[in-house]
């Protein structure tokens, strides 16, 4: 591994220390064994570093919960079952990733104290859309269509962060995936007029 690698290495194991608020260049560099000068040769800040390496932390988490789906038997384009098994799947993953999704919650209580990050985080998020809509919607990313990113994608993106507060905060009174997709189907049935 080259000096910018260690850096990206180093740098995921100070978030999930430390957090983004608490890392400091001197840690990156101290954790992954190089010099303070590779930060900025690499990356230009220490800022674009940690928003680089918590979006290195948090993609794979995404291919976890579409396989799963796919592997259950999922119907291939959207319906209430891929929406039950995909947020059982996404909350499965919140105790064993715990420190990944307070990194996000960090970001988001943190956001006047981390500017840099924030803004490099922004950009990320509509990438982060298209991943939701295709999980929620069997569709390839490369084969969304824009309005649905926009429209699904920030759906599916309120809901996620609205189920991280939940579980983070108190796991015995979180939504569960049942509840959540019992919710859905009401609110459909309502606004459609069928209840």
Same mark, same amino acid.
């Given at each position: 591994m080259g000096h910018r690698e260690d850096l990206l290495e180093g740098a995921k194991r100070c978030l999930l220390e430390k957090g983004f608020v608490r890392t400091t260049a001197?840690?990156?560099?101290?954790?992954?064994?190089?010099n303070l000068a590779s930060i900025g040769y690499h990356y230009g800040s220490k800022d674009a570093l940690l928003a680089e390496a918590y979006v290195a932390l948090?993609? %794979?988490?995404?291919? !976890?919960? &579409?396989?799963?789906?796919?592997?259950?038997?999922? %119907?291939?384009?959207? !319906?209430? &079952?891929?929406?039950r098994e995909t947020w059982a799947n996404v909350i499965r993953s919140i105790p064993e990733s715990r420190a990944i999704w307070m990194l996000s919650l960090e970001v988001v209580?943190?956001?006047e104290r981390l500017a840099g990050v924030r803004e490099l985080l922004a950009k990320a998020q509509v990438e982060g859309r298209r991943g939701l809509a295709a999980m929620f919607t069997g569709i390839a990313e490369s084969d969304l269509p824009e309005d649905v990113v926009e429209t699904e994608g920030r759906f599916y993106t309120t809901l996620l962060n609205g189920l991280m507060v939940q579980w983070l905060f108190d796991e015995a009174s979180a939504t569960d995936a049942e509840q959540l997709t019992e919710g859905l189907r009401r609110v459909m049935g309502r606004v459609s007029g069928e209840s």
């Open positions: 001197r840690d990156i560099v101290k954790e992954s064994g190089t948090i993609e %794979p988490m995404g291919d !976890g919960f &579409e396989g799963a789906v796919d592997a259950a038997g999922a %119907p291939e384009s959207g !319906g209430l &079952e891929r929406f209580t943190q956001q």
